[in-house]
């Protein structure tokens, strides 16, 4: 379990009025919905830091047994292999209650994760059980033997929809879900979920194939005045905070670049202590957007031609909004605007083919670049929110 902010106190900004309130709402069934709490927000913007110091053990304090796991940790493995990683974990902090409970269930070997009790199979010999457990079979007995309701917290959920396994693994954690909370004799269970992207999140709330299907989902605050007032405390420079938080806001109230911001400002500083700090701080920072907005897009500028034109076809549709029809990637519309941007680029004598055998290579390529993230079922969407905005910009200005 990540650690109690009481042993990292120095080192990070807390929010526990924040936490409180998302704690209450994830345990609010007054009316009657239970289908979980979906909380979307850019990356980079504190979204996991919050989860694992303020959410996580404000849940723990109150007698609730917590389940994390970040499935962006490492995006080469199989979402559902981190789900039921996490879920082992838990099974193994206690090899006593846990795994008699477990053999109350059924004699058990095995940890199957997947809808219907297919999908990958894991080893739980070390708890000394004799035959296949399904996912909800050992959320359960985790409920049962610890007496307390289950929380079930995932960091970059989308990443689920990658995989068919991972898509399984909602599916078993629906359906345990589901037994817990109407099992009068269980502890029940809530499931608390975040994406760094709205419309990947938004799948797997408003799709109606999807395990989630309804669930509430909710933009995640960005972090404001008073963190800045903090990191700005911490730094011990002498500066307005108002001016200093419209600059973090300009940033997209992102930490990491802010935080750069104000190292380079300090450094200045011991420099020349006669600038202006404020001045000083919105120059540095505007100055760090642009360079990594222009390494960005250099980057993309270098790509080979189809790559770099269906980049910024999918960053042109994703600016139309989620709501409106897209033609698909391997459609007759899609190829003619590649054409078109291609023949403006290069030439109309440029030679690159647009048919889908090449298409297809060029998205696998991009994927593998961490430009694109692809659904299992088929979609595409630009990976990171910061760099669709950048490439709308240019697009808008072109």
Do not use: C
């Amino acid at each position: 379990m990540p650690p109690s902010p009481e042993s990292t106190q120095d080192q990070f900004f807390h929010r526990p009025e924040l936490a409180t309130a998302l704690a209450d709402q994830a345990q609010d069934t007054s009316l009657g919905t239970s289908g979980g709490m979906f909380l979307a927000a850019p990356r980079r913007t504190g979204k996991s830091t919050f989860l694992r110091q303020d959410l996580v053990p404000e849940f723990e304090r109150r007698n609730l047994n917590v389940i994390y796991v970040d499935l962006w940790i490492d995006k080469t493995v199989n979402p559902a292999i981190h789900i039921a990683n996490a879920i082992r974990t838990e099974l193994a902090r206690d090899d006593g209650s846990i795994a008699k409970t477990l053999k109350k269930i059924a004699n058990m070997s095995k940890l199957t994760v997947g809808a219907w009790g297919n999908g990958l199979s894991f080893d739980l010999s070390q708890l000394k059980m004799a035959k296949d457990a399904t996912l909800a079979d050992a959320l359960k007995a985790l409920s049962t033997a610890s007496q307390k309701k289950l929380i079930f917290v995932i960091d970059e959920a989308q990443h689920a929809l990658t995989t068919d396994e991972g898509i399984n693994a909602l599916f078993s954690l629906k359906a345990a879900r589901d037994s817990l909370n109407t099992d009068p004799g269980k502890y029940g269970m809530q499931l608390v979920a975040t994406g760094s992207n709205r419309d990947k999140l938004a799948t797997l709330v408003n799709g109606r194939e999807q395990a989630f299907y309804g669930a509430d989902m909710v933009s995640f605050p960005a972090l404001g005045k008073n963190y800045v007032q903090w990191l700005v405390s911490r730094a011990k420079l002498n500066l307005d905070i108002d001016a200093a938080t419209g600059v973090f806001q300009s940033v997209g109230s992102r930490p990491e670049p802010f935080r750069k911001a104000l190292s380079q400002t300090r450094m200045q500083l011991a420099i020349n202590p006669d600038q202006d700090a404020n001045a000083m701080l919105a120059h540095l920072a505007a100055q760090g957007v642009r360079d990594a907005k222009a390494d960005f897009l250099n980057t993309v500028a270098s790509l080979p031609p189809l790559q770099s034109a269906l980049l910024r076809e999918l960053a042109a549709d994703a600016a139309l909004g989620s709501d409106v029809r897209r033609p698909g990637l391997f459609s007759a519309a899609m190829k003619t605007r590649l054409l078109a941007r291609l023949d403006t680029e290069m030439g109309a004598a440029h030679g690159v083919s647009v048919e889908s055998p090449t298409v297809q290579n060029a998205l696998d390529k991009l994927r593998e670049e961490n430009f694109l993230w692809r659904s299992q079922r088929g979609s595409y969407s630009v990976e990171d929110e910061q760099f669709l905005a950048w490439l709308v910009e240019e697009d808008r200005r072109q």
